[in-house]
């Protein structure tokens, strides 16, 4: 149901407030280049640090602005099972194709914990789930097993799964089948993703570069190894520079030297280091972004 390649959207911001003009740039650029979905509110839409009200406005004017052209998953996750509900709620309401839940942070549940967790969300919300796993974020690590007991839940049909453990994805494949989709949260190892199994990525580079990420996916639907790893290999040292400081750090700078938003975050992230910020100009030269 959700395969391909799917941005993991910045919040763009001025004066602190959600820039709208910034935002709708951001997403026609997306479309424009061929992405398969759009995810705001994630890790990279800085969902830390958004108030409940800021979260809806821009979830909500994010699924006006792509007005139903492509998927939108809207994140949704919280570390309160009864906030990732009434989030996912939201979300359904005004209209995103499915919701994404990272694995509740800083309370560490237990297995059952988690399976808890999201089986209350996806009874309780008629809506598509996609959980999303990131232990080096979270401090809580959802093993294979979880997802696989997870994957009998019918509304239950995608992990996003951010560990760059190729091992662990072959298992959670091997485990899960068809039942749900394998989606890469890790941009550099999304081609040898795909080869175990996976299909798509929630991607940050996406943000700047769209078209290649695409790419390297149609190629190797289209079963053309040569083209899909001539991408992977151009991306990567955008992909390891994007991840020099704390995302979304980095792809904000990015998107700010391509002139399409501002380089505003919100506090405590602080702007990327000035010995940085030239070898990351560089990649992006390299691949006539700027």
């Given at each position: 149901?959700?395969?391909?390649?799917f941005?993991a959207l910045?919040t763009?911001?001025t004066?602190g407030?959600?820039d709208?003009?910034?935002?709708a740039?951001?997403?026609?650029?997306q479309?424009e280049?061929?992405i398969?979905?759009?995810?705001?509110?994630?890790t990279?839409?800085?969902?830390?640090t958004?108030?409940?009200?800021?979260?809806k406005?821009?979830?909500?004017?994010?699924?006006?602005l792509?007005?139903?052209?492509v998927p939108?998953?809207?994140?949704a996750?919280?570390?309160a099972?009864?906030?990732?509900i009434?989030?996912?709620?939201f979300?359904k309401d005004?209209?995103?194709?499915a919701?994404?839940?990272?694995t509740?942070?800083?309370n560490?549940?237990?297995q059952?914990?988690?399976?808890?967790?999201?089986?209350?969300v996806?009874?309780?919300?008629d809506?598509?789930?996609?959980?999303y796993?990131?232990?080096?974020?979270?401090?809580?690590?959802?093993q294979a097993?979880t997802?696989?007991?997870?994957?009998?839940v019918a509304?239950?049909?995608?992990?996003k799964?951010?560990t760059?453990?190729m091992?662990r994805a072959?298992i959670?494949?091997?485990?899960?089948?068809?039942?749900?989709?394998?989606?890469?949260?890790d941009?550099?190892?999304?081609?040898?993703f795909?080869s175990?199994?996976?299909?798509?990525?929630i991607?940050v580079?996406?943000?700047?570069?769209?078209?290649?990420?695409?790419?390297?996916?149609?190629?190797?639907?289209?079963g053309d190894w040569?083209?899909?790893?001539?991408?992977?290999?151009?991306l990567l040292?955008?992909n390891?520079?994007?991840?020099?400081e704390?995302?979304?750090?980095?792809i904000?700078?990015?998107?700010?030297?391509?002139?399409?938003?501002?380089?505003?975050l919100?506090m405590?992230?602080?702007?990327?280091?000035?010995e940085?910020?030239e070898?990351l100009?560089?990649a992006?030269?390299?691949?006539?972004?700027v």
């Amino acid at each position: 149901m959700f395969e391909g390649v799917f941005s993991a959207l910045i919040t763009p911001f001025t004066n602190g407030r959600l820039d709208r003009d910034a935002m709708a740039k951001l997403v026609e650029y997306q479309l424009e280049q061929g992405i398969t979905g759009v995810v705001p509110c994630g890790t990279t839409g800085e969902s830390a640090t958004l108030t409940h009200e800021e979260h809806k406005e821009v979830v909500r004017f994010c699924v006006e602005l792509v007005a139903g052209r492509v998927p939108v998953i809207a994140g949704a996750g919280s570390n309160a099972t009864a906030e990732s509900i009434e989030l996912s709620r939201f979300a359904k309401d005004v209209g995103a194709d499915a919701a994404l839940l990272i694995t509740p942070y800083y309370n560490k549940p237990t297995q059952q914990g988690l399976y808890q967790h999201y089986k209350s969300v996806a009874d309780a919300v008629d809506l598509p789930i996609i959980l999303y796993n990131v232990p080096g974020r979270t401090a809580i690590d959802m093993q294979a097993s979880t997802v696989g007991r997870l994957a009998q839940v019918a509304n239950i049909v995608a992990i996003k799964e951010a560990t760059a453990d190729m091992e662990r994805a072959s298992i959670i494949h091997k485990q899960c089948g068809d039942k749900i989709t394998l989606i890469s949260g890790d941009d550099a190892t999304f081609l040898p993703f795909l080869s175990v199994g996976g299909g798509g990525v929630i991607s940050v580079v996406a943000n700047i570069a769209p078209k290649s990420m695409v790419a390297l996916w149609q190629a190797f639907k289209n079963g053309d190894w040569a083209t899909a790893h001539r991408h992977h290999q151009e991306l990567l040292d955008l992909n390891g520079l994007l991840f020099c400081e704390s995302n979304p750090i980095p792809i904000k700078a990015a998107i700010s030297m391509m002139g399409l938003c501002g380089p505003e975050l919100r506090m405590p992230l602080t702007q990327l280091g000035e010995e940085n910020r030239e070898p990351l100009r560089q990649a992006l030269a390299e691949l006539n972004l700027v």
